[in-house]
Each structure stands twice: as structure tokens, then as C-alpha cells.
């Protein structure tokens, strides 16, 4: 069950550079995530943060209860340039675009082991 998403279309940085601040966010807490995002030297982390922001701001709840439990980098739209080469040859440039799609779900409350099923796994 999803409380807020957000996506991010047509981002003009190549989907692998983006994927590498989307694994360090995935899975962490949306407070924490910003956090991270904020010291991180990457060109990638300023709008993936106003992504989280965005979601944050979709979800009816605190950023405080709320974690990334799905994020998702995929290419986008690919615009193709040429450069000249030696011998009067072109060379074929790629420049690259994303897509990120961002989910996030409240944290579950910890369920405390009882002492009851520990006893029974020991003997």
C-alpha cells in the first residue's frame, strides 16, 4: 500500500549516475534520506531531495513516519548529436535522460518477540 508517490520526468542526467543516489536512498527514512542528500556532492541529490519533498508533501502524514520503500530510475528520451571525427567521419553522442518514479509507506510498528515462542524454539 503506497500513502504518497512522485515522479520526476525527462530528468537531463544518464539514468546510471541517478541510479547510484537512488540506492543510497532506498529503504531509509524520508528525514534520513534528506539528510543524506544534503551533504552528498553529487549534481543528482538536489532534485532527487525535492522529489522526497515533493512525495512528503503528497502524503497526508509526517516525513517523520514515512520511508522510501520504492524508487525507480528508468531511461527516458535519448537525444542524439554527432561530432565530427577524423577523415571527415561523424561520431554519434547519446545524451541521456531519466525517469525516477518515488514511493513512500509508513514505517510498521516493531512486533516484540514474546517469551513464550522463544521458550519453544529452545527446547
Known amino acids: 500500500m503506497t500513502v504518497a ?16 543516489i537512488a540506492d543510497l536512498v532506498r ?29 512528503v508533501a503528497n502524503a ?6 514515512l520511508y522510501i520503500s520504492k524508487i525507480e530510475v ?10 565530427p571525427r577524423a577523415r571527415g567521419k561523424g561520431a554519434q553522442i547519446k545524451k541521456r535522460t531519466s525517469h525516477i ?3 513512500l509507506d509508513k514505517k510498521l510498528p516493531k512486533k516484540e518477540k514474546s517469551q513464550a515462542s522463544s521458550t519453544k524454539s529452545q527446547s
Open 101 to 103: 518514479t518515488l514511493s
Open 60 to 65: 497526508k502524514t509526517g516525513a517523520t513516519e
Open 27 to 55: 529503504g531509509k527514512s524520508a528525514d534520513h534520506a534528506l539528510a543524506l542528500l544534503s551533504m552528498l556532492p553529487k549534481r543528482g541529490s538536489e532534485p532527487m531531495s525535492k522529489l522526497i519533498k515533493s512525495a
Open 5 to 20: 508517490s512522485a515522479k520526476l520526468s525527462n530528468y537531463r542526467q544518464a539514468p546510471r549516475k541517478v541510479r547510484l
Open 74 to 83: 528508468n531511461g527516458g528520451v535519448v537525444f542524439k548529436r554527432m561530432m
